[in-house]
Protein backbone atom coordinates (compact mmCIF):
# COMPACT_ATOMS: atom_id res chain seq x y z
CA UNK A 1 0.00 0.00 0.00
CA UNK A 2 1.21 3.29 -1.19
CA UNK A 3 2.23 6.47 1.65
CA UNK A 4 -0.86 8.39 0.35
CA UNK A 5 -3.53 4.98 0.49
CA UNK A 6 -1.85 4.43 4.08
CA UNK A 7 -2.43 8.07 5.15
CA UNK A 8 -6.20 8.28 4.13
CA UNK A 9 -7.30 5.08 5.92
CA UNK A 10 -5.18 4.88 8.91
CA UNK A 11 -7.84 7.07 10.92
CA UNK A 12 -10.81 4.60 10.20
CA UNK A 13 -7.79 2.00 10.84
CA UNK A 14 -7.16 3.26 14.06
CA UNK A 15 -11.17 4.10 14.81
CA UNK A 16 -11.72 0.37 13.84
CA UNK A 17 -9.00 -0.77 16.24
CA UNK A 18 -10.17 1.88 19.28
CA UNK A 19 -13.74 0.60 18.92
CA UNK A 20 -12.69 -3.18 18.81
CA UNK A 21 -10.56 -2.37 21.97
CA UNK A 22 -13.72 -0.97 23.54
CA UNK A 23 -15.34 -3.06 23.14
CA UNK A 24 -13.74 -6.40 24.06
CA UNK A 25 -12.82 -4.51 27.62
CA UNK A 26 -16.55 -4.00 28.18
CA UNK A 27 -17.03 -7.70 27.31
CA UNK A 28 -14.31 -9.10 29.20
CA UNK A 29 -14.89 -7.16 32.51
CA UNK A 30 -17.96 -7.09 32.50
CA UNK A 31 -19.29 -3.43 32.75
CA UNK A 32 -22.84 -2.50 33.32
CA UNK A 33 -24.45 -0.20 30.65
CA UNK A 34 -24.98 2.33 33.65
CA UNK A 35 -21.35 3.01 34.20
CA UNK A 36 -19.64 2.24 30.87
CA UNK A 37 -21.92 1.14 27.71
CA UNK A 38 -20.16 -0.76 25.30
CA UNK A 39 -20.21 0.34 21.44
CA UNK A 40 -22.72 -2.34 20.90
CA UNK A 41 -24.93 -0.97 23.66
CA UNK A 42 -24.52 2.33 21.88
CA UNK A 43 -25.12 1.25 18.77
CA UNK A 44 -28.36 0.18 20.00
CA UNK A 45 -29.40 3.33 21.48
CA UNK A 46 -28.37 4.86 18.42
CA UNK A 47 -30.56 2.58 16.68
CA UNK A 48 -33.50 2.97 19.08
CA UNK A 49 -33.77 6.42 19.55
CA UNK A 50 -32.94 7.83 15.76
CA UNK A 51 -35.90 10.10 15.44
CA UNK A 52 -35.20 11.84 18.86
CA UNK A 53 -31.18 11.80 18.48
CA UNK A 54 -31.62 13.15 14.67
CA UNK A 55 -33.71 15.87 15.73
CA UNK A 56 -31.96 17.09 19.39
CA UNK A 57 -28.78 16.60 16.20
CA UNK A 58 -30.01 19.25 13.99
CA UNK A 59 -30.98 21.27 16.92
CA UNK A 60 -27.37 21.68 18.28
CA UNK A 61 -26.25 21.75 14.59
CA UNK A 62 -27.87 25.12 13.32
CA UNK A 63 -27.44 26.38 16.74
CA UNK A 64 -23.86 25.82 16.67
CA UNK A 65 -23.39 27.16 12.75
CA UNK A 66 -25.49 30.31 13.83
CA UNK A 67 -22.39 31.04 16.47
CA UNK A 68 -20.08 29.90 14.19
CA UNK A 69 -20.75 32.49 11.51
CA UNK A 70 -20.80 35.15 13.87
CA UNK A 71 -17.19 34.24 15.35
CA UNK A 72 -15.74 34.56 11.71
CA UNK A 73 -17.13 37.83 11.33
CA UNK A 74 -16.15 39.08 14.71
CA UNK A 75 -12.93 37.27 13.98
CA UNK A 76 -11.28 38.02 11.28
CA UNK A 77 -12.95 41.81 11.71
CA UNK A 78 -11.03 41.66 14.86
CA UNK A 79 -7.89 39.86 13.20
CA UNK A 80 -7.69 42.26 10.89
CA UNK A 81 -7.80 45.24 13.34
CA UNK A 82 -5.42 43.80 15.65
CA UNK A 83 -2.87 42.67 13.10
CA UNK A 84 -2.98 45.65 11.49
CA UNK A 85 -0.97 48.05 13.20
CA UNK A 86 1.31 47.71 16.59
CA UNK A 87 -0.72 50.00 18.33
CA UNK A 88 -4.06 47.53 17.97
CA UNK A 89 -1.95 44.68 18.50
CA UNK A 90 -0.35 45.79 21.89
CA UNK A 91 -3.36 47.77 23.10
CA UNK A 92 -6.23 45.07 22.08
CA UNK A 93 -4.05 41.53 22.41
CA UNK A 94 -3.75 41.58 26.05
CA UNK A 95 -7.45 42.58 26.65
CA UNK A 96 -8.61 39.71 24.20
CA UNK A 97 -6.53 37.21 25.75
CA UNK A 98 -7.60 37.85 29.29
CA UNK A 99 -11.80 37.82 28.05
CA UNK A 100 -10.84 34.66 26.31
CA UNK A 101 -9.53 33.38 29.66
CA UNK A 102 -12.84 33.79 31.38
CA UNK A 103 -14.17 30.00 31.40
CA UNK A 104 -17.47 30.18 29.46
CA UNK A 105 -19.15 27.47 31.98
CA UNK A 106 -19.29 31.10 34.28
CA UNK A 107 -20.42 32.89 31.58
CA UNK A 108 -23.80 31.27 30.46
CA UNK A 109 -25.64 31.42 33.71
CA UNK A 110 -25.03 35.39 33.00
CA UNK A 111 -26.55 34.68 29.11
CA UNK A 112 -29.37 33.04 30.74
CA UNK A 113 -30.21 36.13 32.93
CA UNK A 114 -29.68 37.97 29.95
CA UNK A 115 -31.49 35.90 27.21
CA UNK A 116 -33.64 33.50 28.82
CA UNK A 117 -33.43 29.60 28.77
CA UNK A 118 -33.40 28.36 24.98
CA UNK A 119 -31.28 29.17 21.79
CA UNK A 120 -29.93 32.57 22.44
CA UNK A 121 -27.37 31.33 25.14
CA UNK A 122 -26.18 28.61 23.12
CA UNK A 123 -25.61 30.63 19.85
CA UNK A 124 -23.54 33.05 22.48
CA UNK A 125 -21.53 30.52 23.93
CA UNK A 126 -20.38 29.21 20.65
CA UNK A 127 -19.62 32.10 19.61
CA UNK A 128 -17.56 33.18 22.76
CA UNK A 129 -15.57 30.13 22.26
CA UNK A 130 -15.01 29.80 18.79
CA UNK A 131 -13.74 33.19 17.93
CA UNK A 132 -10.32 33.85 19.74
CA UNK A 133 -8.91 31.54 17.60
CA UNK A 134 -10.04 33.02 14.08
CA UNK A 135 -9.40 36.57 15.36
CA UNK A 136 -5.72 35.19 16.67
CA UNK A 137 -4.89 33.36 13.99
CA UNK A 138 -5.88 36.63 11.09
CA UNK A 139 -3.92 38.69 13.66
CA UNK A 140 -0.97 36.46 13.65
CA UNK A 141 -0.85 36.19 9.45
CA UNK A 142 -0.87 40.27 9.19
CA UNK A 143 1.21 41.13 11.80
CA UNK A 144 3.90 38.63 10.88
CA UNK A 145 4.55 40.07 7.12
CA UNK A 146 8.08 40.37 6.32
CA UNK A 147 9.22 43.81 6.88
CA UNK A 148 11.15 43.24 3.56
CA UNK A 149 8.79 42.44 1.51
CA UNK A 150 6.35 45.48 2.84
CA UNK A 151 9.64 47.85 2.78
CA UNK A 152 9.77 46.38 -1.46
CA UNK A 153 6.12 47.31 -2.05
CA UNK A 154 6.52 50.35 -0.35
CA UNK A 155 9.06 51.60 -2.56
CA UNK A 156 7.29 50.15 -5.34
CA UNK A 157 4.25 53.02 -4.20
CA UNK A 158 2.18 50.51 -2.24
CA UNK A 159 -0.05 52.58 0.51
CA UNK A 160 -0.43 50.45 3.95
CA UNK A 161 -4.00 49.66 3.02
CA UNK A 162 -3.19 48.02 -0.46
CA UNK A 163 -0.16 45.75 1.42
CA UNK A 164 -2.87 44.33 4.10
CA UNK A 165 -5.66 43.76 1.60
CA UNK A 166 -3.49 42.40 -1.64
CA UNK A 167 -0.80 40.57 0.38
CA UNK A 168 -1.58 40.25 3.78
CA UNK A 169 -4.76 38.84 3.64
CA UNK A 170 -4.27 36.40 1.08
CA UNK A 171 -1.07 35.41 2.77
CA UNK A 172 -3.25 35.05 6.25
CA UNK A 173 -5.74 32.25 4.33
CA UNK A 174 -3.52 29.14 5.23
CA UNK A 175 -3.64 30.85 9.00
CA UNK A 176 -7.51 31.45 8.71
CA UNK A 177 -8.33 27.89 7.32
CA UNK A 178 -6.23 26.86 10.16
CA UNK A 179 -8.54 28.48 12.60
CA UNK A 180 -11.75 27.38 11.61
CA UNK A 181 -10.86 24.33 11.79
CA UNK A 182 -10.15 24.38 15.65
CA UNK A 183 -13.18 27.09 15.81
CA UNK A 184 -15.87 24.85 14.76
CA UNK A 185 -15.22 21.84 17.48
CA UNK A 186 -14.86 24.56 20.30
CA UNK A 187 -18.00 26.02 18.70
CA UNK A 188 -19.99 22.08 19.48
CA UNK A 189 -18.45 22.63 22.86
CA UNK A 190 -20.33 25.84 23.44
CA UNK A 191 -23.38 25.20 22.57
CA UNK A 192 -23.65 21.54 23.71
CA UNK A 193 -22.19 23.36 27.31
CA UNK A 194 -25.18 25.98 27.29
CA UNK A 195 -27.96 22.96 26.47
CA UNK A 196 -26.81 21.19 29.24
CA UNK A 197 -26.25 24.23 31.25
CA UNK A 198 -29.45 26.52 30.19
CA UNK A 199 -31.31 24.28 27.52
CA UNK A 200 -34.17 23.21 26.43
CA UNK A 201 -33.92 21.25 23.26
CA UNK A 202 -30.23 19.65 21.64
CA UNK A 203 -27.81 17.00 21.79
CA UNK A 204 -26.72 18.94 25.48
CA UNK A 205 -30.19 18.70 26.48
CA UNK A 206 -30.60 14.74 25.65
CA UNK A 207 -27.60 13.76 27.35
CA UNK A 208 -28.25 15.63 30.21
CA UNK A 209 -31.51 13.96 30.42
CA UNK A 210 -30.11 10.44 29.70
CA UNK A 211 -27.58 11.12 32.56
CA UNK A 212 -29.90 12.05 35.38
CA UNK A 213 -31.79 8.88 34.41
CA UNK A 214 -28.65 7.01 34.12
CA UNK A 215 -29.12 5.52 30.17
CA UNK A 216 -25.44 5.97 29.85
CA UNK A 217 -25.87 4.51 26.38
CA UNK A 218 -28.14 6.96 25.20
CA UNK A 219 -25.59 9.53 26.42
CA UNK A 220 -22.40 8.39 24.77
CA UNK A 221 -25.03 8.27 21.72
CA UNK A 222 -25.31 12.11 21.70
CA UNK A 223 -21.19 12.29 22.48
CA UNK A 224 -21.02 10.08 19.03
CA UNK A 225 -23.25 12.16 16.95
CA UNK A 226 -21.83 15.90 18.47
CA UNK A 227 -17.87 14.21 17.60
CA UNK A 228 -19.48 12.74 13.99
CA UNK A 229 -20.72 16.19 13.35
CA UNK A 230 -17.70 18.40 14.34
CA UNK A 231 -15.39 15.73 12.37
CA UNK A 232 -17.54 16.22 8.87
CA UNK A 233 -17.25 19.88 9.75
CA UNK A 234 -13.31 19.62 10.37
CA UNK A 235 -12.86 17.82 6.80
CA UNK A 236 -15.04 20.06 5.06
CA UNK A 237 -12.55 23.18 6.07
CA UNK A 238 -9.80 20.65 5.08
CA UNK A 239 -11.04 20.06 2.01
CA UNK A 240 -11.48 23.84 1.21
CA UNK A 241 -7.80 24.48 3.00
CA UNK A 242 -6.36 21.96 0.10
CA UNK A 243 -7.96 23.13 -2.83
CA UNK A 244 -7.92 27.00 -1.96
CA UNK A 245 -4.57 27.28 -0.50
CA UNK A 246 -2.57 24.34 -1.92
CA UNK A 247 0.40 26.82 -2.89
CA UNK A 248 1.40 27.32 0.58
CA UNK A 249 1.66 23.04 2.06
CA UNK A 250 4.45 21.43 1.02
CA UNK A 251 3.84 18.63 -1.84
CA UNK A 252 0.46 20.49 -2.83
CA UNK A 253 1.16 20.12 -6.31
CA UNK A 254 -0.12 16.20 -5.66
CA UNK A 255 -3.42 17.26 -4.15
Given amino acids: MSGDKLERWA ?56 GFALSIVVGVLLGF ?14 LLVAFNAVPKAAVVPILVVWFGIGLGPGI ?17 GLATLEPELEDVLRVLGAKRRDVLLK ?12 SLKVAITLAFVGTVLAEM ?22 AFAGLVVIGAMA ?25
Fill in 11 to 66: PLVMLVLIIALWQLVCTVFAIPEFIFPSPLEIGRALGEFTSPIALAAWQTFWVTMV
Fill in 197 to 218: TAGDSGIGYLMQTAGSQQRMAL
Fill in 124 to 140: LTAFLISFFPIMVNMAT
Fill in 231 to 255: MAMYELFSYIEKHTTGWAHRGSQNV
Fill in 167 to 178: VGLPRSLPYFFA
Fill in 81 to 94: LVGSTRLAYAALFP
